[in-house]
Each structure stands twice: as structure tokens, then as C-alpha cells.
């Protein structure tokens, strides 16, 4: 084996050392928050945030898994607006991913350019609430999930993968008398697992988190169908809820935390198990081809 020499070595201690801070840099606001979850009102009003509290509580716990807590509810949408719009987005990108992709497409450059041309320019906000007012989508999880079924970037991932899965593999299935829909399923799908993979971890966290739509497509009336993110946001932003006798309650600080440990626990919980997938399908999706 080569000796290896000093500034190789060099080189590997700065680059170890660079991403372990970098690391850390990454990991200790959510452990700051995590603690801070567990810290009573009292060690908050004494020491402020930090990791070292004077006194460990379940209050922030205690309210937000109360009786009549709005999380269940808020919670309970959310997954529902993530798992529709996971489905659906999947559905509708690897179907339009796999058709651009065939060079005797009909009209394959326009499509590919009006993707594109869609992941530059929108409607704006007016017009997208206009057209989603006009389909009686307002106060419906489907004002939420029918704009984000087909985001032209990961279109254009699984369509890149695509491209470089080798032509011989559909012509020997056409021999066999396969159609382009059990191509598509028992051929390409299979073989585009990283990249399909990527894209479900893009369209969960996208769904997991949004609010602007919700609160933008969803009245006072509808607060019922409101997910997890907006009851996050206003909790932290306004810093009260509602109380019992109509009016407003001041939210202790680990009541805050605690909702957004349960609002981000989902997706750090998800990400490891498609950690595997993720490099490998967002670099072989976007630079080939």
C-alpha cells in the first residue's frame, strides 16, 4: 500500500474537522430545541435558552397532548395532505417523466420546453386563487394538493433518469408484446428507484410543511382542516391560543418547542430510511444526460 504523504494527511484532518463542526453547527439548534421542550417556565425566566436547565418539566407535553389540543387535528391533516400529495404527485411526475422522455414523442421539445418554462414563470398568487376559487376548491385538502401534483424540477429529474436507462431494455420488452404503461412499471420504475425516491422525500417534506396554501385557500371557518405547519406558525409568531373563555392565553416556551419537536420528528424520523437513495438519485438524476 502507498505511503500516503503529510499534506494528504493534512488535508483529511481539515476535512473531518470542517464537517464535524459543520455538523454540530447543523444539529445543536434542534437539540437546543429539544431540551427546550422539557424546560419549566421558571428556568426559562431565569437563564433563557440553554442547554443546561435548571429544572426538567412535561408541561409544554402536557398541553399540546391535552383534551381539546388542536395538534390531533392539525396533525391528522397534515398526514393526510402528505400522503395524498405524495401519491399523486408521484403518479402524475413519473407518468409525464416517462413520456417526455421517449424520443417519438410527438412535439418532445415543446413539452420539455414548457416544463421548464412553468419551473421559471407563474401564474401568481391572484390568478392561482382565482383559478382554485373558480374548480370549488377552496376549504378542501384538494386546493393544496392538485397545484403541488406536478412540480416541473422533479419532472425533470425522473425524466433525466430516464433518458439514460438504455434503449435496449424496451425494445427486447416490446418484443415480448408489452405496452408503454407495463414498460414504464416493470422496466423503468424498478431501475429509477434512487431518483424516485429522492423526489417522495422532496414532495413529503413539501407537503409536511407548507402553511402559505392553507392559509391562503382555507377560511376562519375551516380552521378544523388546518395542518400542523399553520398552528406552528401561529404559536410561535403570535405567541398566544385560544382559551377556554374566549379569549387569548400567553404560550410557555416549551409548549412552543414541544410542537415543533412533534412537527419535525415525522421527517427526521423518514429521512434515514431514504438517506440511501438520496445522493445517489438527485446526482445520477440531474447531471447525466
Known amino acids: ?31 437546543l430545541i429539544l431540551v427546550m421542550s422539557f424546560t419549566s417556565t421558571q428556568s426559562y425566566y431565569h437563564k433563557g435558552y440553554s442547554l443546561f436547565p435548571e429544572s426538567l418539566t412535561l408541561e409544554g407535553y402536557k398541553m399540546i397532548f391535552g383534551k381539546g389540543s388542536e395538534i390531533y387535528t392539525a396533525f391528522f391533516n397534515t398526514v393526510v395532505i402528505t400522503v395524498l400529495g405524495t401519491v399523486i404527485g408521484l403518479f402524475c411526475t413519473v407518468l409525464a417523466a416517462y413520456a417526455l422522455s421517449r424520443k417519438r414523442l410527438a412535439g418532445r421539445k415543446f413539452f420539455n420546453g414548457l416544463i421548464v418554462f412553468a419551473m421559471l414563470f407563474s401564474g401568481g398568487l391572484i390568478p392561482s386563487f382565482l383559478l382554485i376559487a373558480a374548480l370549488n376548491m377552496l376549504n378542501t385538502y384538494w386546493s ?3 397545484p403541488g ?4 424540477w422533479y419532472c425533470i429529474l425522473v425524466r433525466t433518469y430516464f433518458t439514460n436507462i438504455p434503449d435496449s431494455l424496451e425494445e427486447s420488452a416490446r418484443m415480448d408484446g408489452a405496452n408503454d404503461f407495463l414498460i414504464m412499471l ?3 420504475l424498478p431501475l429509477a428507484l434512487p431518483v424516485v425516491a429522492t423526489v417522495s422525500l422532496y414532495f413529503i417534506v413539501g407537503f409536511w410543511n407548507q402553511w402559505s396554501a392553507s392559509v391562503l385557500y382555507f377560511d376562519g371557518m375551516h380552521r378544523n382542516m388546518m395542518p400542523i405547519a399553520v398552528i406552528l406558525r401561529e404559536y410561535i409568531q403570535y405567541n398566544t391560543q385560544g382559551s377556554g373563555s374566549g379569549g387569548t392565553a400567553t404560550l410557555p416556551v416549551s409548549m412552543k418547542m414541544a410542537t415543533v419537536v412533534v412537527a419535525t420528528l415525522p421527517i427526521v424520523c423518514i429521512y434515514p430510511f431514504l438517506q440511501k437513495f438520496f445522493i445517489n438519485g438527485l446526482m445520477v438524476g440531474s447531471v447525466k444526460g
Do not use: D, H
Open 1 to 31: 500500500m502507498r505511503k500516503r504523504s503529510s499534506s494528504a494527511k493534512a488535508f483529511t484532518v481539515f476535512n473531518y474537522s470542517f464537517l464535524s463542526v459543520l455538523g454540530i453547527c447543523f444539529v445543536l439548534p434542534y437539540v
Open 144 to 146: 393544496i394538493v392538485v
Open 149 to 152: 401534483a406536478l412540480t416541473p
Open 186 to 188: 416493470k422496466i423503468y
